[in-house]
């Protein structure tokens, strides 16, 4: 690096992204008592943390995520006291309907191992007990598999809220930084973006679907594919559903706003640009996700749709995100890759990460989203499940 960094400017912590994850690591290193900065990009929020569906899901988690889901779910229940601000959260069951034999043999089997984990959130419902829920659902639908203390949040509201909250306890959070390069001198690191240097004795890679960018720099390898999940709204409706809602045979993630407005997601994508910080929606996509939300909720042949949105992700082959020390260099850390479901992780993974990086340690195991696990190859592809 030829630019001369600042020493007075050193920060025990930079973390690099401020969407959820980073945000929320920034805010609990800060109350550890270390000094943060945080550099983004573009602006807060800007990409997957302000643009997914928001859903708070414990439901179908992959057994890795377990435990982190179900600590984040219990600071979701006190994010006021967290970040000063509600965040739209509401608490509302977590419902993935059947439509065939085949499909309630599939849950069953969730439920089974979930049960087996020592977990028992994750309850099988009958066809009358999913109607008494969803008096709503297509005639077709004969059971459910369900977590009923989950619910849903406002995702760029909350990503804000963190970031403020984060200030408060004094972060330095600047936005309009790209990282163009990263140095381990020996006692610091030097951050370059733009026509300046950081300095930092740990940084933390949060940079989502740049990850892998952020990886290489640091000397780590990490497969991150860039993907575009698109969302629909519809215009109000009387209300008729007051739960979250997946399909066990394919994509949907389906809720009911308090204002009667219907957000539809699931795993159906756009394309993403990440060279060019963008997203184009794929409307033959779009019209299947509309489809697929009016043979299970019939009531919806009647919804207008207002608007249709995507944001830049990145996920990984095996699904699960990528959290901990890095490999190659010392002192810095990864947390990054949450494959279009990491917006209910959020709070824990930043408690977590702090832990880890201010004393070392962390509070729970995290050994099968090391980045170590893409060293030779990476993992196959499993079923991909639904995007809340």
Request: hydrophobic fraction near 45%; charged fraction near 20%.
């Given at each position: 690096m030829t630019l001369r960094p600042d020493p007075a400017a050193m920060a025990d912590l930079l973390v690099i992204g401020g969407g959820l994850h980073g945000c929320a690591t920034a805010l609990a290193a800060a109350r550890r008592g270390l000094s943060v900065t945080l550099l983004e990009k573009d602006t807060i929020a800007r990409h997957a943390s302000g643009s997914n569906a928001g859903g708070l899901r414990?439901?179908?988690?992959?057994?890795?995520?377990?435990?982190?889901?179900?600590l984040s779910m219990r600071?979701?229940?006190?994010?006021?006291?967290?970040?000063?601000?509600?965040?739209?959260?509401?608490?509302?069951?977590?419902?993935?309907?059947?439509?065939?034999a085949e499909d309630m043999n599939r849950l069953e089997g969730r439920a089974a191992l979930v049960r087996e984990l020592g977990y028992s959130n994750?309850?099988?419902l009958t066809e009358r007990e999913m109607r008494a829920h969803l008096p709503a659902v297509a005639e077709h639908c004969c059971g459910a598999l369900a977590s009923f203390?989950?619910?849903?949040?406002?995702?760029?509201?909350?990503?804000?809220?963190?970031?403020?909250?984060?200030?408060?306890?004094g972060v330095r959070a600047l936005e309009?930084?790209?990282?163009?390069?990263?140095?381990?001198?020996?006692?610091?690191?030097?951050?370059?973006?733009?026509?300046?240097?950081?300095?930092?004795?740990?940084?933390l890679n949060a940079a989502g679907a740049w990850g892998g960018a952020i990886a290489a720099m640091i000397g780590d390898h990490a497969p991150v594919e860039p993907i575009a999940p698109m969302m629909l709204?519809?215009?109000?409706?009387?209300?008729?559903?007051?739960?979250?809602?997946?399909?066990a045979g394919r994509p949907l993630s389906f809720k009911q706003m308090p204002n009667g407005t219907v957000v539809i997601g699931g795993a159906r994508l756009g394309r993403a640009e990440p060279a060019h910080n963008r997203t184009d929606l794929r409307m033959a996509e779009l019209a299947r996700s509309a489809a697929t939300a009016t043979e299970i909720f019939p009531i919806m042949r009647s919804a207008v749709i207002v608007r249709a949105w995507s944001g830049i992700?990145?996920?990984?082959?095996?699904?699960?995100?990528?959290?901990?020390?890095?490999?190659?260099?010392?002192?810095?850390?990864?947390?990054f890759g949450f494959s279009a479901h990491g917006f209910q992780l959020g709070p824990a993974a930043g408690e977590v990460m702090a832990a880890l990086i201010d004393t070392g340690a962390s509070p729970i195991p995290l050994d099968a989203f090391s980045i170590a696990r893409f060293a030779h190859g990476a993992p196959s592809i499993p079923n991909q499940g639904e995007i809340p």
């Open positions: 414990r439901l179908n988690r992959h057994p890795a995520e377990l435990e982190l889901s179900h600071l979701w229940r006190r994010i006021d006291q967290i970040t000063g601000h509600d965040c739209g959260f509401q608490q509302a069951p977590q419902i993935r309907v059947a439509e065939s994750e309850v099988m203390d989950d619910g849903f949040a406002h995702p760029h509201g909350t990503t804000l809220a963190f970031a403020q909250a984060a200030r408060r306890a309009g930084q790209a990282v163009s390069d990263l140095a381990w001198s020996g006692s610091a690191w030097h951050v370059a973006s733009g026509e300046r240097v950081y300095l930092a004795r740990r940084i709204v519809t215009s109000r409706l009387p209300a008729f559903c007051k739960a979250v809602v997946g399909a992700e990145g996920r990984m082959p095996d699904q699960i995100p990528v959290m901990g020390a890095a490999l190659s260099a010392p002192n810095a850390f990864h947390s």
